[in-house]
């Protein structure tokens, strides 16, 4: 009778015990059935010549952007119709490399686009978002067009010229030969200006500051004179100078605001220079004087009387 019941006893916990396993050994079969089924959607051949595709859209990148620099360089007004050209043709490179890629290394049946769907579901619901942000705003910006590779920009406190616009960044070349990496999802909430639009020639402001009481007319021929004979104004469009009062804590003044167009915005700040320059010696030899100069005279005279 001991016996029997110990034996009763055993055989229930063996049957418990397989009942407690039976989930492990299901998930088991599940795992290793998924595995399989990954295994069996994957063409191992085609990975190998997916990363020989990869080379050749890299080589072809490096050619075009060679291309585009050399045909930039010897015809300057072809620049930006070139630069444009390129940054299409590097999207579609990305694009058609993404999808020979993916023919060449999966077998694209109901299971593979089921398996692949939800991997890249869950890749850019957790990892990838902030990448497919930057991808999606890289679609807007080319089709919003807040700026043109070209462009010479004004964003986040950066001003300098638009070089490349990718599907994950925006590169910039500052004035100071730095070049600055953006993501493409910052343009969507900043303030971004451009200064040419497309454009070769670009609008240049400039200012000048002249003592109250010296003869402004003549001041405001010098200035335009000067922007009117520099080599790099662009004479198609006007040149305007305008005449405002100035005033600070300590002194006051007459200021004049030039206004003139570069016939190419990488000639802006030889622009700026060459003008000056023309002003400054202008200025010296008609005896026009800046506004801290004259109350500096005027200070010593009176000094010097009492």
Not at 57 to 75: K, Q
Request: hydrophobic letters at 50%.
């Amino acid at each position: 009778m001991g016996k029997a019941i110990r034996l009763n006893a055993i055989f229930a916990s063996v049957i418990v015990a397989l009942a407690a396993a039976s989930p492990a050994f299901a998930q088991s079969e599940v795992g290793a059935d998924t595995i399989s089924k990954l295994g069996g959607v994957i063409r191992w051949s085609g990975v190998i010549t997916s990363f020989l595709v990869i080379a050749g859209a890299w080589a072809l990148l490096r050619i075009l952007d060679r291309f585009v620099h050399g045909f930039s360089s010897e015809f300057s007004s072809r620049r930006l119709t070139l630069q444009k050209l390129s940054t299409l043709a590097q999207f579609v490179i990305y694009i058609v490399t993404t999808a020979i890629v993916l023919l060449l290394s999966f077998r694209l049946d109901d299971t593979a686009l089921a398996l692949i769907g939800g991997t890249l579901a869950v890749a850019v619901g957790f990892a990838m978002k902030d990448l497919v942000a930057s991808f999606i705003a890289g679609l807007i910006v080319m089709l919003d067009r807040p700026f043109q590779v070209g462009d010479r920009v004004t964003f986040g406190g950066e001003y300098g010229d638009i070089t490349a616009i990718g599907l994950r960044s925006v590169r910039m070349q500052t004035l100071d030969d730095n070049t600055i990496t953006i993501p493409n999802s910052k343009f969507l909430s900043d303030i971004t200006s451009s200064g040419n639009y497309g454009a070769l020639d670009m609008q240049v402001v400039m200012d000048f500051y002249i003592a109250p009481g010296l003869d402004i007319d003549l001041a405001r021929s010098i200035v335009n004179e000067a922007a009117l004979s520099s080599r790099y104004v662009f004479l198609a469009k006007p040149i305007v100078v305008l005449v405002t009062q100035w005033m600070s804590d300590t002194m006051s003044g007459v200021r004049l605001r030039l206004k003139a167009y570069v016939l190419d915005t990488r000639h802006e700040k030889a622009f700026e220079t060459d003008v000056n320059l023309r002003v400054l010696k202008a200025f010296r030899a008609a005896e026009i004087h800046a506004p801290g100069l004259v109350l500096s005279g005027l200070s010593e005279k009176t000094s010097s009387s009492r």
